[in-house]
């Protein structure tokens, strides 16, 4: 069994990493809407000029409270770097959540705490975790 999810892991890495970037974000548009993310906020930015944000939606708990949320989509081989993470949180709107999703993995979990004291949370989710 360990073998088969191996083989289709890698199967799907391959077709993840051969698809066209705006393929790869609608498919984390629809990864967010099963997540909970609410479908009629879940938009593709631009392409050009983002900022780095690739999707941007809103995530309801519970008719509670809401999350705005802006999304960063690397589809890379290599680790995303501390760069990646300044940038969304520099693009961010007040009250906004950053988070990246990655193919891959990031470099280093130092640079994961707030770069100042009222800045931004982001979340960092691998292909592995989602």
Known sequence: MSDINTDTRKQLRKMVMNMPPDRFEALIRELLIRMGFDEST?????????????????????GLTEVSAAVQVKRWKKN?????????????QVHQQGIIITTSDFT???????LS????????LTARMV
């Open 108 to 114: 280093n979990s130092q640079w994961l705490r707030p």
């Open 42 to 62: 879940v938009q593709i930015t631009p392409y050009r000029n983002d900022g780095g944000v690739d999707v941007v939606g809103i995530y309801r708990a519970a």
């Open 117 to 124: 004291k009222d800045a931004h949370g982001s979340t960092l």
């Open 80 to 92: 995303v770097n501390v760069e990646v993470v300044t940038q969304l949180r520099g693009s961010l």
